[in-house]
T-cell receptor, first 114, second 112 residues
Framework: DSGVTQTPKHLITATGQRVTLRCSPR?????VYWYQQSLDQGLQFLIQ???????AKGNILERFSAQQFPDLHSELNLSSLELGDSALYFC?????????????FGDGTRLSIL | DAKTTQPPSMDCAEGRAANLPCNHS???????VYWYRQIHSQGPQYIIH???NNETNEMASLIITEDRKSSTLILPHATLRDTAVYYC?????????????FGQGTELSVKP
């Protein structure tokens, strides 16, 4: 158990819809990272938050947005969903942003778009 | 970003040591080498990381060459549960944060 909690575990929805994925980081961790894993793209970094502020952006679509709340949990919002958004979405957390601090991953949310 | 090169697949006999190589010839002096593994579609699991010195923890050992251009992850006594995809990652650090860049990894099959 990594200590990172993601909900829901599975999500099935239709094209055009909007969903929210939730992540609770490990106790004491201030940084939250979101990654997407699809069959053809592998694991891709999406976005990072540190103590409520956006810190880094990766290959995140404009239809996707995220935020980190004062209690440090984070939400990833996906809108106008397309078939290609079907993927595993992982959240990771670390104490800070230093490169010597490992990121610990949750078990992911499997999103299926029908 | 420093690129890593790993063999796509390896086999190991159960109970034997698994030695997984990684080449990172363009690594910078302040970049860490990280190893993660992913079992089926579970979340990536952190194994170990190092900067210059060899490291050991309860899961594995990490051997980094003196020139830092390559490293080896050692699972001392592989079990069937160690069958997974192993990722060697050079941690990119910038003022924008520390994302992990995953490659294709090595698919390790531990056989009875």
């Amino acid at each position: 158990d990594s200590g990172v909690t993601q909900t829901p575990k599975h999500l099935i929805t239709a094209t055009g819809q909007r969903v929210t994925l939730r992540c609770s980081p490990r106790s004491g961790d201030l940084s939250v990272y979101w990654y997407q894993q699809s069959l053809d793209q592998g694991l891709q970094f999406l976005i990072q938050y540190y103590n409520g502020e956006e810190r880094a952006k990766g290959n995140i679509l404009e239809r996707f947005s995220a935020q980190q709340f004062p209690d440090l949990h984070s939400e990833l919002n996906l809108s106008s969903l397309e078939l290609g958004d079907s993927a595993l979405y992982f959240c990771a957390s670390s104490p800070g942003t230093g490169s010597g601090q490992p990121q610990h991953f949750g078990d992911g949310t499997r999103l299926s778009i029908l | 970003d420093a690129k890593t090169t790993q063999p796509p697949s390896m086999d190991c006999a159960e109970g034997r040591a698994a030695n997984l190589p990684c080449n990172h010839s363009t690594i910078s002096g302040n970049e860490y080498v990280y190893w993660y593994r992913q079992i089926h579609s579970q979340g990536p699991q952190y194994i170990i990381h190092g900067l210059k010195n060899n490291e050991t923890n309860e899961m594995a050992s990490l051997i980094i060459t003196e020139d830092r251009k390559s490293s080896t992850l050692i699972l001392p006594h592989a079990t069937l549960r160690d069958t997974a995809v192993y990722y060697c990652i050079v941690r990119v650090e910038s003022n924008q944060g520390g994302k992990l860049i995953f490659g294709q990894g090595t698919e390790l099959s531990v056989k009875p």
